[in-house]
């Protein structure tokens, strides 16, 4: 696509359920990265895909946050048992290798509220 | 590790004039990234203007200038020419050249244009 598109837009969970969300990157970009935006804050970096590699997980916050990335494209951002403390603006962004230091590529985000 | 600060949450300019928003690192590295991200309403985090460590010339795009101080570990954002559209948040983040996975960003700076 000609941009990264992330779905839900918004998501409203109760307390203790999964969630799952998705990206997906600019066809092409090898690198996808999740960040977590809480309110009044930076942007919390999740986890890095790149290629075929092994994602490099270091910040991730818990064991219940998980994600997957299937045949380098579209990747899953999972969240087991949400808690009130998850809630906050989910943001991927992917970039080709080559380009890394040229800056990301950013979708829109998920929006994600628990009560 | 490298942090960085933007030391001004919120900022005001009147529309047509110049503001500065500020930005401040800590890095024991030579070479990195510096870069302004642009964060509307839309939430989409669009790039501003990308600064790489090794030059010394200050990086400009149109309205957009930085002032980057090396020494002082300083990398300010000028808006020339503020227009109603520049109302956002603006992200400072700063990528190492060594690894892949860390871009770190400050807290943000609330941008208000006033017509």
């Known amino acids: 696509g000609a941009g990264v598109s992330q779905s839900p837009s918004n998501k409203v969970t109760e307390k203790g359920k999964d969630v799952e969300l998705r990206c997906d990157p600019i066809?092409?970009?090898?690198?996808l990265y999740w960040y977590r935006q809480s309110l009044g804050q930076g942007l919390e970096f999740l986890i890095y895909?790149?290629?075929?590699?092994?994602?490099?997980k270091s910040g991730l916050p818990s064991d219940r946050f998980s994600a997957e990335r299937t045949g380098g494209s579209v990747s899953t951002l999972t969240i087991q048992r949400t808690q009130q403390e998850d809630s906050a603006v989910y943001l991927c962004?992917?970039?080709?290798?080559?380009?890394?230091?040229?800056?990301?590529?950013f979708g829109s985000g998920t929006r994600l509220t628990v009560v | 590790a490298q942090t960085v600060t933007q030391s001004q949450p919120e900022m005001s300019v009147q529309e047509a004039e110049t503001v500065t928003l500020s930005c401040t690192y800590d890095?024991?590295?030579?070479?990195?990234?510096l870069f302004w991200y642009k964060q509307p309403p839309s939430r989409q985090m669009i790039l501003v203007i990308r600064?790489?460590?090794?030059?010394?010339q200050n990086a400009t795009e149109n309205r957009f200038s930085v002032n980057f101080q090396k020494a002082a570990k300083s990398f300010s954002l000028k808006i020339s020419d503020s227009q109603l559209g520049d109302a956002a948040m603006y992200f400072c983040a700063y990528r190492t050249e060594y690894n892949n996975n860390d871009m770190r960003f400050g807290a943000g700076t609330r941008l208000t244009v006033k017509p």
């Open positions: 895909f790149q290629g075929n590699s092994a994602p490099d």
């Open positions: 066809s092409g970009h090898t690198a």
């Open positions: 962004a992917s970039s080709r290798q080559s380009y890394l230091n040229y800056g990301y590529t």
């Open positions: 600064q790489e460590a090794y030059k010394q």
């Open positions: 890095t024991s590295e030579s070479d990195y990234y």
